[in-house]
Nanobody
Framework: VQLQASGGGLAETGGSLRLSCAAS????????MGWFRQAPGKEREFVAA????????YYVDDVKGRFTISRDNAKNTVYLQMDSLRPEDTAVYYC?????????????????WGQGTQVTVSS
């Protein structure tokens, strides 16, 4: 199983970035997909998740209204559109695949992980 995250980079406060995560080696449409992030010196934290069929999504309060998770099961890809970026959004962002409850924010509930992509937001 491989999850390949891309799309990170440098953005200004208030700017936007779109992350992508391409999956292979698994039945993508059977897995819930999540995005997590980890800032230096902090624990990995849940950001957003989308159910296997795409009908339900779940966000941490801090990104509601700013970030949008979506997926294209035909392309085996999950996306994270990040708007109104803030310096505190700076972190390495990871995509993950799992079959536990969509509402479970624990990183331990996900089975497969991508390598991470750096997002840096300048103030």
């Amino acid at each position: 199983v491989q999850l390949q995250a891309s799309g990170g980079g440098l953005a200004e406060t208030g700017g936007s970035l779109r992350l992508s995560c391409a999956a292979s080696g698994l039945t993508f449409s059977s897995y819930n997909m999540g995005w997590f992030r980890q800032a230096p010196g902090k624990e990995r934290e849940f950001v957003a998740a989308i159910i296997w069929g795409g009908g339900n999504t779940y966000y941490v309060d801090d990104v509601k209204g700013r970030f949008t998770i979506s997926r294209d099961n035909a392309k085996n890809t999950v996306y994270l559109q990040m708007d109104s970026l803030r310096p505190e959004d700076t972190a390495v962002y990871y995509c993950a695949a799992g079959r536990s409850s969509l509402w479970d924010k624990s990183y331990k509930s996900y089975d497969y992980w991508g390598q991470g992509t750096q997002v840096t937001v300048s103030s």
